[in-house]
């Protein structure tokens, strides 16, 4: 990777880790505040969140009907999810260690805190707990994936590609085999030394 590319990816993680501070700095206006895994709100928040919370049958006459027709198949994937959620596990947990690579934490993507939010009522916080969890796993899986890509083919490919994951852009260009063997080696020895 050449020294400009090098600077420039070090300027888009300057810039997220901005992003991520400012985006912190907001959400301490909203007068919430993180202690563990609870979050808890000023005592005037709260009151209004349960003042614009819709009761189930409101909320139920009120609710798309495509959504109640369409509801038994999305809950349907809760068991592919849980299942794709055992076998990446596992996978991490068994090869992981033996490959050197420092282990993903899942709890670092898969976040239940919604159900904290008094304005929802008990379905919407159920949908929710769906999202969290289904969104949650896959970028826990993605990022797994993207540590097995970096140990064993660390290499963009010729095609553009949408949605790669973050450590894509720092991989060998295609075609680039100069040194291969040694910088593969240079991945796999970071992939051990991250936290």
């Known amino acids: 990777?050449?020294?400009?590319?090098?600077?420039?990816?070090?300027?888009?993680?300057?810039l997220e880790e901005d992003l991520r501070q400012a985006v912190q700095e907001k959400e301490s206006r909203i007068f919430f505040q993180i202690k563990g895994k609870r979050v808890t709100f000023e005592g005037s928040v709260k009151m209004?969140?349960?003042k614009l919370k819709n009761n189930f049958f409101r909320w139920l006459v009120t609710n798309r009907p495509q959504n109640l027709i369409t509801g038994p198949i999305i809950y349907a994937m809760v068991l592919p999810l849980m299942m794709l959620d055992f076998f990446v596990s596992f996978y991490q947990?068994?090869?992981?260690?033996?490959?050197?690579?420092?282990?993903?934490?899942?709890?670092?993507?898969?976040?239940?805190?919604?159900h904290q939010l008094g304005f929802l009522n008990f379905i919407e916080k159920f949908h929710c707990t769906y999202c969290e969890y289904g969104n949650g796993l896959m970028g826990y899986m993605s990022e797994i994936l993207a540590r097995t890509e970096q140990y064993f083919c660390?290499?963009?490919?010729?095609h553009k590609i949408l949605g790669t994951h973050g450590r894509y852009h720092r991989f060998l260009n295609y075609g680039d085999a100069a040194d291969y063997e040694a910088r593969l080696e240079e991945f796999r020895i970071a992939l051990g030394k991250e936290k």
Do not use: E, W
């Open 93 to 114: 947990f068994t090869c992981f260690p033996i490959y050197g690579i420092t282990k993903v934490r899942r709890s670092d993507y898969i976040v239940f805190d919604r």
């Open 48 to 50: 209004a969140h349960r």
């Open 154 to 158: 660390p290499i963009k490919h010729a």
């Open 1 to 14: 990777m050449n020294d400009k590319i090098s600077q420039i990816l070090a300027q888009m993680a300057a």
